[in-house]
């Protein structure tokens, strides 16, 4: 039997990678929400190839979870997926706690849409992939 923990987590970072992909290739939906906002103005744009490299960056996210899960086998030590599983848990982690100004649990910027879909969806989502991947490397040895 295939543990949910794993299936949760690797088809949470595809989809991610999928949408960034489609956002990459001009896609709309949902875009104008996924960007803090300043002063009334998105305050980054985001170019299609950074978009199509955060795409890839979640892809690997996925791998190394199916790595990690003991679905793939990597041409690397299982000791260096441990590593990659750490640095992904911790990358989701501070992402998750923020910059403390426009992104995070801790964010000062607050009541726009980004911030309330920030607030209500995307920390708390960071933080349980984060809480996750962490529960996966305690269960299961790669």
Known sequence: MIPALPILLVTT??????????????????KAAAVPAWKGRAA??????????VALGLAGCAIVVAALAGWLLL?????????????LALLFLARAIG???LVGFFKRLRGTRFATLDTLVYSPLCLGLSLGVFWLLHVRRA
Do not use: K, Q
């Open 99 to 101: 910059d403390f100004r």
């Open 13 to 30: 970072f595809a989809g991610l990678s999928g949408l960034h992909v489609y956002w990459a290739c001009g896609g709309t939906w949902g």
């Open 44 to 53: 980054f744009a985001p170019s299609p190839f950074a978009t199509g490299m």
């Open 75 to 87: 041409p690397v030590g299982g000791g260096s997926i441990r590593g990659l599983g750490y640095a």
